[in-house]
Structures are given as C-alpha cells and as structure tokens.
C-alpha cells in the first residue's frame, strides 16, 4: 500500500478490492483474530505473505481457538501459489495440530516447499541428522511418492553460529528468494492452471449429481437409496469415470463427499443440462488453450528486471543473496550510531588490502567483512548502503562506513531502508548517489 496501515478482519472481508470477502463466513471468532497490514515496501508489489499463528500441542489448545482452524488453512492453501512449512532445527516434531494443517492442505501438495531454520547453530553432522529425521517425519504425513523441497538455512540476520556452512546456506536462500521473487511473473499460468483444474472438477461433479438423481427411486425408499449410494461412492466413481471416459484423478476425495452429501436430498438435484455441458467442453478445448498460448507473449512484453527479481535489492554486491531481512526497520537509532564514522580509524586496515587509485573491489573488503559472521545477506544490505557512488568500489570512507554498519548491526541496531544524512563522512557529502 502507499502507506503503512493495519486492517482488521471484519474491514477486509467487506472489501470487494481484497480476495478475503469469502472468509466472512467463518465467523467473528476468526475475524477478530485476522487483520492484514499493509507496508510501503517495493518487495511487496504483487506479493502478498500470509502468516499463520503458532501451531498448538493438544486437544486442549486446538478447542480453545474458537474457529475452525484447518478449514481456514485449506481455504487458503487451495488459493495461494506456494506454502512454507517452518520447521527449526532443534523442534522437528510434528504436533497433532500440525499434522492437521498439513493434512488440510492435501490436494496442493506441489505448492509445499518445507524450510529447515536455524541450522547454524548445529555442527554439520547434527545437520545431516537433522534433515534425516525431519525427512522421516514428513514422509508420513505427506502422503506423496515426490520428496518435498526442502531449503536449509539461517533465515534471519544475526551473525552465523557456524561458518563453515556460510556456502551452502548461501545458495540455498539463493534457490527460496529467487523461486519467491519470480512468483508474481509466472502468476497468470498458475491462474489458469487453477481455473482449469476447477472446470475439470464442475464437469466430474455434474456427472456425479446427474447419476446420483437418475437412480434415486419415483415413489419410496428415498432415504434407504440414497444412503446406499453414499456408502458406495468409491464404486459410483469407477462407473461413472468408465461410462464417460474420466480419469478417476479428476473426482473428489470420497470421504470429504460422503460427508457433504449426507445432509442433501438427492431428490432435489436436477438433471444434466447439456448445453451447459457444451460451453463447459468448449471452454476446456477451445477458450482455455487460446489463453495459453497468449500468456508467453504477456510475460515477454512485461519481463521482469534482473533488478526485481533481486527483491529490488539495486546493484549486484560481493554479498548478493536475494533477500530483505525480516527485522523492523522502524527502530530508534541510538545516538552512538547516528552519526559518521572515524575513517582515519580505519586508515591502516584499509592500506592492508592493498587498495588500487585510493579504491579496493568487492573480493577484497569481502575478505574483512565476513569476519563479523554475520549473514551475506545482511553484508549485501551494507554494501548497498555503504556504496554511496554505486560504482561497486569502496573508498576509505566508504569502507569506514561499511565497517561502522557492521558494528552497529553487531550491537543488536537494525540497518536503516536508506542511509540518513547524519551517518554519512564529511567525505562523501554532496557525492551522486548518496542517500
């Protein structure tokens, strides 16, 4: 949104503009606890991140949420285009509750990608354990033949507890913030995949109620009939799939149907309209193909920049890794750090890689700045900061301003959005590109 703002649940759902109109109907006891905040952010232009609350432990706990949680999650893993598991290194049991939301989300299994957090602060062997055993326990509530992707890191900007997997955790938050950044490019596929699948599931569900109101008898025995036909669903399927040619993959899951027509009268539902049936054929031969064809050129007329796709993080860095820290960038600077930096206090250090016409490269402050352990992620953030000219290089202030970043990241201060003017060397005030 154009400015930070916080919207409670009974405002959203009555906002046609927002796709939370349909959640309405879950009630007070949800709405009171769904609220959605809006943040002038560039990363958050065509996304939207959805957070659950804590997953509970218990009968206890799951009553005393007041709504039904595992219906609200399988409303929106049905609508969303990816879904993170968070699992910690030191936490991988799967609670019942957990279980639950995972099992609510069956049926979109392929948008599951699992996040293995906080594997910094065990050795590499630990690790190794670790994967294992929460690969065991998945493996029993996914009931899928494919492995799950599972991406191993530190996800958030303290200092590494163990650099000797700095590499790894590198490359594989590489694979999550580039997969996440390219989700608004490839939306429109997803979209149309979604609608397709849905038309598929129109068409098997007339076929379904169209059997189920032909074989419901003229005068008695209604009520003994259609129980019968509830039973025997999973055989209702096979014959309906074998008369029409369907695969038995495009039918609902049975028990979920059974329940959801056990209060119905089967002698209410109407025949099949075969005209309707028509312009459903039409639109899954002829209409959807057509739409296809026309999304490549779309996404080639509109491509996105090397730029967006980097969470509209500017220049490459020596740190580049496709993410924003998840901090707050709205805290209180304190006075110690809002100001500039001593350069000459650097002056010998930065003599000690040598620098070439008064300027080092990046491989070579890079060699100083991962001895702070923190992420490269966050050292991608001071770089951008501290390279006021945007020529990849650093000065001597500009490495005096590096280095005072890092410092003040080390003493638990969040970096700011933009560089404020306080912070900046005498140096490098009035320099093009500063900020």
């Given at each position: 949104g154009p400015s930070d703002q916080v919207v409670p649940g009974n405002a959203l759902v009555v906002d046609k503009s927002l796709p939370f109109t349909q959640l309405g109907h879950f009630g007070n006891s949800f709405l009171s606890r769904f609220e959605c905040s809006r943040c002038n952010c560039p990363v958050l232009e065509g996304l939207t991140l959805i957070d659950t609350p804590g997953v509970l432990a218990g009968e206890k706990q799951r009553i005393k949420r007041g709504y039904e949680f595992e219906a609200i999650v399988k409303w929106f893993s049905d609508r969303v285009d990816m879904i993170l598991l968070l699992f910690d290194v030191?936490?991988?049991?799967?609670?019942?509750?957990?279980?639950?939301?995972?099992?609510a989300a069956r049926g979109n299994d392929h948008k599951i990608h699992i996040v293995?957090?906080?594997?910094?602060?065990?050795?590499?062997?630990?690790?190794?354990?670790?994967?294992?055993?929460?690969?065991?326990?998945?493996?029993?509530?996914?009931?899928?033949?494919?492995?799950?992707?599972?991406?191993?890191?530190?996800?958030?900007?303290?200092?590494?507890?163990?650099?000797?997997?700095r590499e790894l955790f590198e490359q594989e938050e590489n694979d999550l913030y580039t997969l996440i950044a390219q989700l608004p490019r490839t939306a429109a596929v997803r979209k149309v995949n979604d609608l397709i699948k849905r038309a598929r599931l129109a068409k098997v569900?007339?076929?379904?109620?169209?059997?189920?109101?032909?074989?419901?008898?003229?005068?008695?025995?209604?009520?003994?009939?259609?129980?019968?036909?509830?039973?025997?669903l999973p055989s209702i399927y096979s014959e309906i799939a074998q008369q029409r040619s369907l695969p038995l993959g495009d039918f609902p899951d049975p028990r979920m149907m059974q329940q959801l027509?056990?209060?119905?009268?089967?002698?209410?539902?109407?025949?099949?309209?075969?005209?309707?049936?028509?312009?459903?054929?039409?639109?899954?031969?002829i209409d959807l193909p057509k739409l296809l064809q026309i999304i490549p050129e779309e996404q080639a007329r509109v491509s996105v920049s090397p730029a967006a796709v980097?969470?509209?993080?500017?220049?490459?860095?020596?740190?580049?890794?496709?993410?924003?820290?998840?901090?707050?960038?709205?805290?209180?600077?304190?006075?110690?750090?809002?100001?500039?930096?001593?350069?000459?206090?650097?002056?010998?250090?930065?003599?000690?890689?040598?620098?070439?016409?008064?300027?080092?490269?990046?491989?070579?402050?890079?060699e100083k700045m991962v001895e702070s352990h923190l992420p490269s992620t966050v050292l991608h953030r001071i770089w951008a900061l501290a390279d006021t000219d945007g020529d990849g290089l650093f000065t001597q202030p500009e490495y005096a301003l590096a280095m005072h970043l890092i410092k003040m990241k080390l003493s638990g201060q969040d970096l700011p959005i933009a560089l404020p003017p306080e912070m900046l060397p005498d140096d490098l005030r009035g320099l093009e590109g500063a900020t």
């Open positions: 030191s936490k991988l049991d799967i609670s019942d509750e957990f279980r639950r939301v995972i099992l293995l957090n906080k594997a910094d602060g065990v050795t590499t062997q630990q690790l190794m354990r670790s994967y294992g055993a929460l690969m065991w326990s998945l493996g029993k509530v996914i009931d899928t033949p494919e492995v799950s992707r599972v991406y191993v890191g530190s996800f958030w900007d303290e200092p590494l507890k163990n650099e000797n997997l569900h007339a076929f379904l109620l169209d059997h189920l109101y032909s074989n419901m008898p003229t005068f008695f025995g209604h009520a003994k009939e259609q129980e019968r036909m509830i039973k025997s027509l056990a209060p119905l009268d089967f002698s209410t539902f109407k025949p099949l309209d075969p005209q309707k049936l028509e312009k459903l054929e039409h639109l899954l031969t980097s969470q509209v993080m500017g220049a490459p860095t020596p740190f580049a890794v496709m993410k924003v820290g998840g901090a707050s960038e709205q805290s209180v600077y304190q006075a110690q750090w809002l100001r500039p930096p001593d350069v000459a206090e650097y002056e010998a250090e930065f003599a000690q890689l040598q620098p070439r016409d008064g300027k080092i490269t990046g491989e070579q402050a890079k």
